[in-house]
């Protein structure tokens, strides 16, 4: 690091220009990478195959859900009348001939009167549409409703629904846009900065984070040129990459200013704190790394993308931070700081102060932590993954009022996520009479090669579930129907919501503890080498699990179980988990939060090291970064914060889920349990074996002889006596 350092201190001006170039053509170029960004959603297993099959030879359907218009007649008609029938059939056939490659079931072309209320003053359509790659779905409801509307009789209602449109709320409620998002975030930072640094340089922050944020853009920018990028990267890179930025600045700056303070000169003053603090961005950034290596190896392309924009995230922030970050200090750092109206000359009062009592009440303190983390993990234990239900979507406008007219009339909901059935030719009568004979089938429709349902010797037949097939009921439907169906006489495969979460859950998370054990293990190595401790890199993995099964415990009680989604989002209970937050969850909260435990424990490895004495070490380690812990905390949770102001349930699940993570993962887990079992493991902190340590490459710190801890370096009453060097620092 001394090395780095010193040389891109002898090359300032050329650092700063290449960073003033990449930060403007990252400007330059960011709508476009933006622009190429997509949604795509397929997976592995048979129903991303039939999914891919039906859409390869009938131009839509599959995966993508239907647009469900629906029709109310005037009081005293019947949708069966048929006179009446052929009308609503004649405004179903415009929709269907409005676009090419739409596919359209109504009670007009199946004659079932599942397609009608129990009234039997409103009917409905299937309107299956080409797939689409944007963020929002298909979005040519517009469209649809033009051609309805102007085909509609008099005195007739026209309303439309579907799982995109109520996903994406109502049209005067479609959340923030990035740039508001981010803008939010950053003025959060900004405050909390000028709270931590009282000077101008809680503005130095920012701009790393400004700089790192369009670097990874600009990466990003070139990926989207050969493979697809999710749009989720987006929020990812400039949330995420703004708080992880914000928070190695903040470790760099702070710990310049402490060595300022304690006399050095600028320069000198700059190559400690990168020596130090430098190094701890270092492994914090490739802990945040390894976490999101795990989305590169799924078979799943947008969960892929999202690992790696992710990657990307951290390792550019580090670079820009150990490279940028010292330029601005050397060059510009003390003018910057003013009017100092914070110093470091001492660790903070209260942080040392607290230190000092949880050392002193260390089991009650690791009682009272472990109970806290305890009750937050427990509601994980129910989480179901799927997708947010319609309840928990649109709880107004056009899009829920339709679905409201036909619930109250009898159909279910799950009509909204029908199964796609591929048949052979001349199979899907009987398929369909199999079909709708089973447990959780509210109807099952085959309406032949006039709609659209027969092409090129095969058919569909459309198995509509009771319950939304991206629920767990309505998976549990969706299972049993391919039980009964797959591999039976005329049957290719079953398609869909419902199917394709199935082979999601199968495929991704049937892995999932091998992934989370070899993560678990790199990064155990990695903060080995890091802490020059067996012990503490075995704490700090276990306690991000801990901090993880936390994050995924407040997702469900809050969204899953609806105890304050609904006060808080203006969000009903959802009833699941969308597929794929846990996992991204789990890539960022995991090394996010490692974030503060490298913090920490660096700081406390360091002062053991002078003072080889565990209560001045802990003492002095939280006094030093307990309040940039934090701070670094509130300025990510302002982030995420912003982010849950997006329109999209599925962002603001994540948005939680990762806040929740950071915040307890700050105050309880790095404030109380670390040090807490800091305490309790006593001289055990410090183990190492010496053949683990020559095959990790660890230099053993030089020895130091008897140090006294000065008490100008520590609050007042906190101060102690000088101990030999031998005493290897016992509880």
């Known amino acids: 690091m001394q090395a780095l350092t010193r040389f891109v201190l002898r090359h300032k001006a050329l650092v700063a220009l290449a960073w003033l170039l990449v930060a403007v053509a990252g400007v330059m170029t960011v709508g476009g990478t933006t622009h190429r960004m997509t949604n795509d959603f397929s997976m592995p297993g048979q129903a991303f195959k039939t999914d891919n099959q039906i859409v390869a030879e009938y131009g839509n359907g599959g995966s993508q859900a239907p647009y469900v218009p629906v029709l109310t007649v005037p009081a005293g008609q019947r949708a069966t009348d048929p006179a009446v029938a052929a009308q609503a059939g004649r405004v179903f056939a415009a929709i269907a001939a409005s676009a090419p490659g739409l596919r359209v079931a109504d009670y007009s072309s199946t004659r079932n009167t599942a397609f009608v209320t129990k009234d039997g003053r409103s009917t409905f359509a299937l309107v299956f549409t080409p797939p689409s790659t944007s963020f929002g779905g298909s979005t040519q409801a517009p469209a649809i409703t033009k051609v309805a509307e102007a085909a509609l009789p008099k005195g007739w209602h026209f309303g439309l629904t579907g799982e995109d449109l109520l996903a994406n709320g109502a049209p005067s409620s479609k959340g923030t846009g990035i740039m508001v998002e981010t803008m939010i975030g950053s003025v959060g930072a900004l405050v909390v900065l000028a709270l931590v640094f009282g000077s101008f340089l809680a503005l130095l922050p920012l701009l790393i984070g400004g700089v790192s944020v369009l670097g990874t853009f600009l990466i990003v920018g070139g990926l989207t040129e050969i493979t697809g990028i999710s749009q989720i990267v987006e929020f990812l890179i400039a949330l995420v990459g703004l708080g992880v930025a914000i928070d190695y600045s903040l470790l760099v700056v702070s710990r310049w200013r402490e060595e300022r303070a304690a006399g050095h000169a600028n320069e000198d003053a700059v190559t400690i704190a990168m020596e130090h603090a430098g190094r701890a961005v270092v492994f914090s950034g490739l802990t945040v790394a390894i976490g999101l290596l795990s989305m590169i190896v799924l078979p799943v ?170 629920q767990p009921a309505g998976q549990a439907e969706i299972a049993s129907v391919e039980d009964a169906l797959v591999g039976g006489a005329g049957v290719i495969g079953v398609g869909g919501d419902g199917a394709s979460l199935i082979d999601f859950d199968h495929t991704v998370y049937g892995d999932f503890p091998l992934m989370l054990s070899l993560i678990a293990v790199a990064t155990f190595f990695l903060l080995t080498r890091a802490f020059r401790s067996v012990v503490l890199a075995l704490k700090a993995v276990v306690f991000n699990l801990i901090s993880l099964a936390a994050a995924y415990g407040v997702m469900t009680w809050v969204f899953q179980d609806g105890h304050l989604s609904k006060a808080v989002f203006g969000v009903p209970a959802t009833g699941a988990i969308t597929m794929w937050v846990p996992l991204m969850v789990f890539a960022f909260l995991f090394g996010l939060s490692m974030d503060y435990e490298v913090f920490i424990l660096s700081r406390i490895r360091e002062a053991y090291d002078s003072s080889r004495d565990a209560r001045s070490a802990v003492v002095t380690g939280l006094g030093r970064t307990g309040r940039l812990v934090t701070s670094a905390a509130a300025i990510l949770m302002l982030g995420f914060v912003s982010m849950s102001t997006s329109g999209q349930t599925d962002l603001k699940i994540l948005a939680t889920g990762l806040g929740a993570g950071i915040l307890v993962d700050a105050v309880v887990v790095r404030c109380l349990l670390v040090p807490a079992m800091v305490a309790l493991f006593g001289r055990a902190n410090w183990w190492l074996p010496g053949w683990l340590g020559r095959v990790l490459r660890i230099a053993e710190p030089a020895a130091t002889a008897t140090v006294p801890v000065a008490a100008a370096a520590m609050p007042p009453g906190i101060a102690k006596s000088p101990v030999p060097a031998s005493w290897q620092g016992g509880a």
């Open 301 to 470: 392309p947008m969960l892929r993308s999202v690992g790696f924009g992710g990657v990307l995230v951290p390792l550019v922030s580090v670079l820009v931070a150990i490279t940028l970050l010292p330029v601005i200090l050397a060059s510009a750092g003390p003018r910057l700081d003013w009017p100092r109206l914070r110093t470091e000359r001492r660790p903070s009062r209260v942080f040392s102060s607290w230190a000092a009592v949880v050392y002193r009440h260390r089991w009650v303190s690791a009682a009272a932590g472990l109970a806290i983390m305890g009750l937050l993990m427990a509601p994980a234990l129910s989480l179901h993954l799927g997708l947010p239900g319609s309840a928990a979507e649109a709880t107004a406008g056009p899009a829920h009022d339709a679905l409201a007219t036909l619930t109250s009339g009898g159909v279910p909901s799950g009509v909204l996520t029908p199964a796609e059935v591929l048949t052979s030719s001349g199979r899907p009568a009987a398929v369909a009479a199999r079909a709708a004979g089973l447990p959780g089938v509210y109807a099952a429709v085959a309406p032949g090669s006039a709609a659209g349902f027969a092409h090129a010797g095969t058919s569909i037949v459309d198995v509509l579930p009771v319950t939304e097939s991206t």
